[in-house]
């Protein structure tokens, strides 16, 4: 399978545990997006790399969050203290460059319960 | 600010029946919409975008700038097109991500 790939794919956690998902983007792709979807929603913007480089982080992103890209390649979102609200589910996206719209290819989803 | 509204959660049809899923969005730029589909069991995937003009599996959907609605149809509807829906807006000046709708879901009955 060449699409996107995420682990785990789903994450059971008790509440002030951290938790830390992984995304594997298309291998071509210099863009990752995370988004986050809670049930009856549709996915919101978390946060966006170009490459290394975390470019934009919503406002839904607290401090509790933090996500990594070191290599340009694989990313990964780290949730410290998990709360109750923080179960949703969590899906990675990764698309090519340049200025124009480059189709956002998604990923299974990691699934998160905050118990 | 730039919103997406799906005021639709629900649509129920039968096959064979025209579908349409409304979509409609407030942007001050010049944004390119889309509707993306996720099937049962499967990934949010493209269906289509309005810059491209084309229909895919009978859908077309066709971007009205002065009523700001990008509203999707299919003149006959079949059960494969059982699905979630989602409307969404992209922007070059809105830091290149996806600002989605809250999705419809659409059965086809037989």
């Known amino acids: 399978d060449t699409g996107v790939s995420q682990d785990p794919r789903h994450k059971i956690t008790k509440r002030g545990q951290n938790v830390t998902f992984r995304c594997d983007p298309i291998?071509?792709?210099?863009?990752l997006y995370w988004y986050r979807q809670t049930l009856g929603q549709g996915p919101e913007f978390l946060t966006y790399?170009?490459?290394?480089?975390?470019?934009?982080k919503s406002r839904l992103l607290s401090d509790r969050f933090s996500a990594e890209r070191p290599k340009g390649s694989f990313s990964t979102l780290e949730i410290q203290r998990t709360e109750q609200g923080d179960s949703a589910m969590y899906l990675c996206?990764?698309?090519?460059?340049?200025?124009?719209?480059?189709?956002?290819?998604f990923g299974p989803g990691t699934r998160l319960t905050v118990l | 600010a730039q919103r997406v509204t799906q005021p639709e959660k629900l649509l129920s049809v039968f096959k064979g029946a025209p579908v349409e899923l409304k979509c409609n969005y407030s942007?001050?730029?010049?944004?390119?919409l889309f509707w993306y589909v996720q099937y049962s069991r499967q990934r949010l995937q493209l269906l289509l975008r309005?810059?491209s003009r084309e229909s895919i599996k009978g859908f077309t959907a066709d971007l009205n700038k002065g009523e700001t609605s990008f509203h999707l149809k299919k003149p006959f509807a079949q059960e494969e097109d059982s699905a979630m829906y989602y409307c969404?807006?992209?922007?070059?000046?809105?830091?290149?991500?996806?600002?989605f709708g809250a999705g419809t879901t659409v059965t086809v009955r037989a």
């Open positions: 996206a990764s698309s090519g460059g340049g200025t124009v719209y480059n189709e956002q290819f």
């Open positions: 291998s071509e792709h210099n863009r």
């Open positions: 790399f170009q490459n290394e480089a975390q470019l934009e």
């Open positions: 942007y001050s730029g010049s944004p390119e």
């Open positions: 309005h810059i």
């Open positions: 969404a807006l992209w922007s070059r000046s809105n830091d290149y991500k996806l600002s």
